[in-house]
């Protein structure tokens, strides 16, 4: 595994995993969508998340709030076009 220079895990002991696993809720119109564009690009939904989190964690603090608002925006439209 190759070595982590965050300097955040430096001191975690090496029996520790230094990897997460994620259990995540997805209604199934979410679950749908996630499943075709993963398909779409090649990929298993569950690697397509996981890009997806290490994107939104690597994108610089004020360009993630204005994508978490543009998430909040979006995801209030699709509520409403399904209530």
Request: net charge positive.
């Amino acid at each position: 595994m190759p070595a982590c220079s965050s300097g955040l895990l430096d001191r975690v002991p090496p029996r520790y995993s230094v990897r997460m696993k994620l259990s995540i809720e997805l209604s199934a119109a979410q679950a749908e969508q996630l499943r075709r564009e993963a398909e779409r690009l090649g990929l298993s939904p569950e690697d397509l998340a996981s890009a997806v989190v290490a994107d939104v964690l690597a994108t610089p603090a004020d360009d993630f709030q204005v994508a978490a608002a543009r998430v909040i925006r979006k995801n209030q439209e699709l509520y409403r076009r399904l209530a």
